[in-house]
């Protein structure tokens, strides 16, 4: 695997560069606002970067059958369609969040919906999420993504609100409350280093090249190499 890498000098992108040079990991293209400096073609590109790079991105995978792993988390309807025209052509993973803690929080949403189901009152679910001030976009679009997880299986009167903070430090926290009666139930997770979503990063780049061509969340990725073979590509 060649790798290359979008945004190489922003956070994320900071963090894979030395990831990659930990472990040995090839480099062939890197790319900032400054410009595109290529040694060799990559062949899995990594975008983590923001939302104007898009076309030139699309454009290189197009140009060179890379396979793309995109991790800005500011997508709109015409991102979507822009990255799944291109999964007809090569594989695209598009990861709103890399932590493997973000996939098992995810996870457990939808159990305590399973399990809530029966029950007199049913929970109602909060979320909160905290970045630095750095973070433009908010809510987060993980933090919209548990909301929207919790609201496919729970009635609107058990959606509560989504709230974001931008303060402390380095990198972000995000914690479901669910409250009944007399009670409270809150499952969080936090991120302290980008080293922990750069070796994640560096796992999925290493499997995408093995996947036909389509657009995949980055939970379905996840559910194919940890979770039960029944799980579907929203998480479940």
């Keep these: 695997m060649v790798l290359g890498v979008v945004g190489a000098t922003g956070r994320l992108g900071s963090a894979v560069l030395a990831e990659c040079a930990r472990l040995g ?15 060799t073609p990559a062949s899995v590109l990594v975008d983590a ?9 699309v454009d290189y995978c197009e140009r060179n059958g890379a396979a793309l792993v995109y991790c800005v988390s500011r997508t709109t309807d015409r991102t979507r ?5 291109l999964g007809a052509r090569t594989p695209v ?4 969040n890399l932590s493997i803690g973000h996939w098992l929080q995810t996870r457990l949403v939808h159990v305590v919906a399973e399990l809530t189901q029966a029950l007199p009152t049913r929970p109602r679910m909060s979320v909160h999420e905290r970045h630095p001030v750095t973070k ?9 993504s548990l909301a929207a997880v919790w609201a496919s299986a729970a009635p609107p009167e058990s959606c509560g609100e989504t709230t974001a903070q931008r303060s402390g430090q380095p990198v972000s926290d995000h914690v479901v409350t669910f409250d009944l009666p007399g009670l409270s139930l809150s499952i ?10 750069a ?3 560096l796992g999925i780049a290493g499997h995408v090249r093995s996947l036909p061509p389509g657009c995949y969340p980055v939970f379905e990725i996840y559910s194919r190499r940890y979770g039960s073979a029944g799980v579907r590509g929203d998480g479940r």
Aim: glycine residues 10%.
């Design 93 to 96: 993973v598009v990861a709103d």
């Design 136 to 144: 433009r976009d908010r809510p987060s679009a993980s933090a919209r």
């Design 25 to 39: 990991v090839a480099v062939g293209v890197t790319a900032s606002r400054a410009g595109w400096v290529g040694t």
């Design 188 to 197: 969080g997770h936090s991120v302290t280093d980008l080293t922990a979503a």
């Design 49 to 57: 970067s923001g939302p104007d790079a898009l076309e030139d991105t």
């Design 81 to 85: 369609d822009r990255l799944t025209a």
């Design 199 to 201: 070796t994640a990063l």
